[in-house]
């Protein structure tokens, strides 16, 4: 006898529409749903299990999904799942995954199944905090290790092993108990009190200077987390590296110069005091930019909060308005179906067409009085905005005037000492001796003057462009604000005027069907 296998599948429109219609609403409700056309981002489950899908595709506008499964097919690597934010529940058991990848975004996973694949290495779960059950039995895990990985799951309670070489391991049920406390089931039963003696009893000390190396490392974590949040909140404000000497350090780093000339006598205590001075006019602008950092986050909360509210009032009073139409609506329907007489049934269906029409006026009315009150507020909001932003551009190009103006000075100066220590070189007048390749410098007027105004062209163009990149950022924030909110705005509309235009055809489609049945 033979047979033939089914060829697999990737996952195309076809396939997911269908699954949706299968699970999703039936009866009127389903009607109605199929008539509005599926909304991928308002599907909750999906199961696409037995379907012999070899590759994960056409996921990312499930972003509300909260279960997924995908068990008994043929996949051989987990992607495509980037989008799938809100999944809680995943099952892609009994499949051929070899490696555990594509999973980082899904931080609110609970339940993850991989049981019956080909993995052999527990990995890449590290954003997982969430997970509560893992089951990845029947797989290739054959070292004791992988166990240990599974000790950043605070939350883990139930884990499945079964099935893997590394339940072969001597010791591997105490192994487990000892080194992940938190767990309460593993491979299906519950850990009883003995399993957690013997386990406490016999890897006590190991576990322990475990417990201090973990301590150690989140706590090096932790302060690397924080400095990485403080750095965000400095580049937020657009100031980053302003706090410190940073940009006088990098005005020196790539000057080739700076160290010979910093050699010279006198200068160590100049660049002290351009150092100091300097340091205070960055550390200026850096107050300055989290001030208005402050600010400008006050001010785009403020907008986006009294957006949604005036959002959340119009809906109230669009759900009230649609809530007593629909009352009447269905009270008109069963009169409909009472009426035998065709002239009075006419004259109903038209009544009841002309309170469609006029139902839809009344939304669309309340939509165009949202959009100008929107509208409102996004003016003032941009006005607020471009003001606040002006003021701190303003304030800002000042104080690096004042660093231009302070490097010209230092640059006077440097000159002045460089000219000042070559006459005594050629007059054979310095008492102190000087290195080698500062006494190149020192060969005649023209290349004493060239390295410094070298020196000097190079501090301009840092200070330059630090002004210019701080500026061409905060300038790049609120005009790519402005245009997101503008964009959002304009897709809230569209869909609100396409949600009530399709309830009000399905309205007048219901009245034509009712009136053809009556004709035969």
């Known amino acids: 006898m033979s047979w033939k296998q089914d060829e697999p599948n990737v996952m195309d429109e076809e396939m997911l529409q269908q699954a949706i219609v299968e699970q999703g609403p039936q009866g009127q409700a389903g009607k109605i749903a199929k008539k509005e056309g599926i909304q991928y981002e308002e599907v909750l489950q999906l199961r696409l299990d037995f379907r012999n899908i070899l590759k994960i595709y056409h996921l990312w506008h499930f972003t509300s999904l909260t279960k997924l499964q995908l068990d008994n097919n043929v996949i051989e690597r987990i992607e495509g799942l980037e989008n799938l934010t809100n999944l809680i529940w995943l099952d892609l058991s009994f499949n051929n995954i070899d490696v555990i990848e594509g999973l980082d975004s899904l931080v609110k996973l609970q339940d993850l199944?991989?049981?019956?694949?080909?993995?052999?290495?527990?990995?890449?779960?590290?954003?997982?905090?969430n997970l509560h059950i893992l089951s990845i039995g029947n797989n290739a895990i054959a070292l004791l290790d992988n166990v240990l990985y599974l000790r950043k799951f605070k939350n883990l309670r139930s884990l499945n092993l079964a099935g893997n070489a590394i339940c072969d391991e001597e010791n591997f049920k105490i192994f487990v108990t000892a080194y992940l406390p938190d767990l309460v089931y593993l491979d299906y039963r519950l850990l009883d009190e003995q399993t957690r003696e013997t386990a406490f009893a016999k890897y006590q000390y190991a576990v322990e200077e475990m417990q201090h190396n973990e301590l150690q490392e989140q706590e090096a974590i932790e302060a690397q987390k924080i400095?990485?949040?403080?750095?965000q909140l400095?580049?937020?404000?657009?100031?980053?590296?302003?706090?410190?000497?940073?940009?006088?350090?990098s005005m020196f780093a790539e000057d080739p110069d700076a160290?010979?000339?910093?050699?010279?006598?006198?200068m160590e205590a100049l660049l002290e005091t351009f150092k100091s001075k300097m340091e205070a006019l960055c550390v200026q602008i850096f107050d300055a930019g989290l001030a208005q950092l402050a600010r400008r986050t006050a001010e785009v909360e403020s907008f986006f909060t009294c957006s949604h509210e005036a959002v959340a009032d119009n809906q109230r009073r669009?759900?009230?308005?649609a809530a007593d139409f629909e009352n009447s609506?269905?009270?008109?329907?069963?009169?409909?179906?009472?009426?035998?007489?065709?002239?009075?049934?006419?004259a109903h269906i038209t009544s009841c067409h002309e309170q469609a029409d006029q139902f839809s006026e009344t939304l669309m009315s309340l939509e165009l009085q949202l959009v100008d009150q929107l509208e409102d507020i996004f003016k003032d909001f941009e006005r607020n905005i471009s003001d606040?932003?002006?003021?701190?551009i303003e304030y800002v190009q000042g104080i690096f005037a004042l660093c231009r103006d302070l490097e010209n000075q230092h640059h006077e100066q440097q000159l002045e000492i460089a000219l000042a220590t070559l006459e005594k070189v050629v007059k054979s007048e310095l008492e102190e001796e000087i290195p080698d390749d500062v006494a190149m410098l020192l060969v005649d007027k023209d290349t004493v003057t060239n390295a410094v105004s070298a020196s000097h062209d190079t501090h301009l163009q840092k200070i330059d462009n630090r002004e210019d990149e701080l500026l061409t950022r905060i300038n790049s924030w609120m005009s790519?604000?402005?245009?997101?909110?503008?964009?959002?705005?304009?897709?809230?509309?569209?869909k609100r005027i396409s949600e009530i235009q399709n309830y009000i055809s399905f309205v007048k489609d219901e009245l034509e069907d009712m009136a053809s049945s009556e004709d035969n």
């Not at 400095?234 to 350090?249: C, M, P, R, T």
């Not at 009270?331 to 006419?346: F, G």
């Open 259 to 266: 160290e010979k000339l910093a050699l010279l006598p006198g």
């Open 227 to 231: 400095s990485n949040e403080e750095l």
């Open 318 to 321: 669009a759900a009230q308005t």
């Open 329 to 346: 609506r269905r009270q008109k329907t069963v009169e409909i179906k009472q009426i035998a007489d065709t002239e009075l049934l006419k």
């Open 234 to 249: 400095h580049k937020d404000a657009f100031v980053e590296f302003l706090n410190g000497a940073q940009l006088f350090d």
């Open 480 to 494: 790519g604000l402005l245009k997101s909110i503008h964009n959002d705005e304009v897709k809230r509309n569209r």
């Open 388 to 392: 606040m932003v002006g003021g701190f």
């Open 113 to 129: 199944s991989l049981f019956n694949n080909r993995i052999s290495v527990i990995e890449k779960l590290d954003t997982l905090q």
